[in-house]
């Protein structure tokens, strides 16, 4: 009997142990889901104010080409403005494939940025990317080059047209309304290459003893612009101008001239205005070229996009400044912001 009162003594003990033991565990397994569960809150906290001080808008970017200097002065702009409004930029850069610019706005368009720009590589190719991405539901700028299709809620660039006659206006000065001038034109798909050149043919048919014994496609490109005044020169014992629609192809040019001998006998003028040519310029081995400044284009572009998210009223279709740029004005030029 003592025996069996001893093994039931020693069985609630036993029980009284184990409750004990669970309760200290369950107290513990309490106290760490409550430790979890503040850091859970505390990182919630912390992702929200990390957004709350990131960017206010996500814009996208899709450049034709980041090998030209105007178009890393144009991104240059756009950066700066979106580094001074935060916002965060995703860039591409379509190395002047229409084909590859379509793929980037696709890529683009999976992020799902509040708005994208687009400096087209082709205003015809460009229009359906412009259209997937209003079917997307994002606003689309364009900038420099227009899309011919598509709804773009505002286009930013420089009167092109005006451009090409303010360098035919040049040149008719410059050589006394009589001369054998030769053409560089740019990517004839874009707006801006055909515009160009319609301007300066305007002032060349208003003067006729202005003789076009040369006009040939470069694409915008220093190289080819290089190659074409080669075989120019090859086939022209003499030619008095060269207006290229834009710098690179007359820096190109003036590489073809000067190992030719023949700098001083061909008066030149370009459009643009980036910094190679304006040393070119003050150096006296190019004579003008037209100031579109990029990198205020880009400023401008951008400011435009988040006028128009903040629910401003932007107008659909801006023209910026441009002038003729020689020795007499050179100096005083300003095309970006330190």
Known sequence: MKKNKIISILLVMVLLLASCSSGEESAGEQEEKTTVAKESKAEDSKAEDSKEGGAKYVVGLSMNTLTNPFFVDVKEGVEKAAKELNVELYVTDAQDDPAT??????????????????????SDAI???????????????TMDRESNGGEVVSHIGYDAIK??????????????????????????????????????NEIMEQNPDMEIIARQVANFN???GMTVMENILQANEHIDGLYAAN????????????????????????CDAIDDTIEAIKAGKVEATIAEPPFFLGKAMLQA?????????????????????????????????K
Do not use: H, W
């Open 222 to 224: 220093r190289a080819e």
């Open 163 to 200: 451009s090409g006659k303010l360098a035919g206006g040049y040149l008719v000065d410059a050589l006394g309304g009589k001369g054998k001038i030769v053409e560089l034109q740019g990517i004839m798909g874009t707006n801006v290459a055909q515009n160009r050149s319609k301007g300066f």
């Open 101 to 122: 610019q379509m793929k980037d706005i696709e890529n683009l368009i999976t992020k799902k940025p509040d708005a994208i720009i687009i400096d087209p590589c082709d």
């Open 127 to 141: 229009v359906s990317s412009v259209e997937a991405c209003n079917e997307a539901g994002i606003a689309v700028l």
């Open 247 to 270: 710098d690179e192809m007359l820096l190109g040019a003036l590489e073809a001239i000067e190992a030719a001998g023949r700098l001083d006998e061909i008066n030149m003028i370009g």
């Open 305 to 337: 996009s988040y006028d128009y998210l903040e629910g401003k009223e932007i107008e659909p279709y801006v023209l910026l400044e441009n002038k003729l740029v020689t020795k007499d004005n050179v100096e005083g030029l300003v095309t970006k912001e």
